[in-house]
T-cell receptor, first 112, second 113 residues
Framework: TQLLEQSPQFLSIQEGENLTVYCNSS?????LQWYRQEPGEGPVLLVT?????EVKKLKRLTFQFGDARKDSSLHITAAQPGDTGLYLC????????????FGRGTQLTVWP | AAGVIQSPRHLIKEKRETATLKCYPI?????VYWYQQGPGQDPQFLIS???????DKGSIPDRFSAQQFSDYHSELNMSSLELGDSALYFC????????????FGQGTRLTVV
């Protein structure tokens, strides 16, 4: 059973378009991380959100943590080919020493 | 900035052989995690260590064992390898007061033939 559900699973868009990726769960998380992963490489941490309702911006990327800390979204404005990759959300449980629960990821392809 | 270092990057082993993967966490990080990622899958948690003690255990087979040493590096030992063990193995590290914010290494690609 997947604790975190990501949608869409695949997204193929043209350069310049906007997009939103969703990460949903029925469980409450103490924190939520977004990672980007290239094929054969390790996930690279993009952002961590910890407060319900929190919004963080990283250049053209906007991350939001739901008020109830059960869901999150990643919005990319004016996507570029360099944004292509696998975006993974991961939730941290109540213990800071514990595991991350990953979603299955959204494979984003941005065409020039 | 220093990142998580894993070695080797690639490893090819035959069935029933043994493999040892090494992980060097980011300096001053006190927690190490091991994850396994199969083709097209999300990372699956195996085991974690905090201050050299096992802190959490996931779906790690009994054929695998891991430990964290006094210098905080960690090793994942895999015995009686099976074809299904072929995967990317990631190590991640974090600092205990940073909300499970984990930084991943580049991974070891293990191929069992």
């Amino acid at each position: 059973t997947q604790l975190l559900e990501q949608s869409p699973q695949f997204l193929s868009i043209q350069e310049g378009e906007n997009l939103t990726v969703y990460c949903n769960s029925s469980s409450v998380f103490s924190s939520l991380q977004w990672y980007r992963q290239e094929p054969g490489e390790g996930p690279v941490l993009l952002v961590t959100v910890v407060t319900g309702g929190e919004v963080k911006k990283l250049k053209r990327l906007t991350f939001q943590f739901g008020d109830a800390r059960k869901d999150s979204s990643l919005h990319i404005t004016a996507a570029q080919p360099g944004d292509t990759g696998l975006y993974l959300c991961a939730g941290g449980g109540g213990s800071t020493l514990g595991r991350l629960y990953f979603g299955r990821g959204t494979q984003l392809t941005v065409w020039p | 900035a220093a990142g998580v270092i894993q070695s080797p990057r690639h490893l090819i082993k035959e069935k029933r052989e043994t493999a040892t993967l090494k992980c060097y966490p980011i300096p001053r990080h006190d927690t190490v995690y091991w994850y396994q990622q199969g083709p097209g899958q999300d990372p699956q948690f195996l085991i974690s260590f905090y201050e050299k003690m096992q802190s959490d255990k996931g779906s790690i087979p009994d054929r695998f064992s891991a430990q964290q040493f006094s210098d905080y590096h960690s090793e994942l030992n895999m015995s009686s390898l099976e074809l299904g063990d072929s995967a990317l193995y990631f190590c991640a590290s974090s600092f205990v007061n940073r909300d499970t914010e984990a930084f991943f290494g580049q991974g070891t690609r293990l191929t069992v033939v």
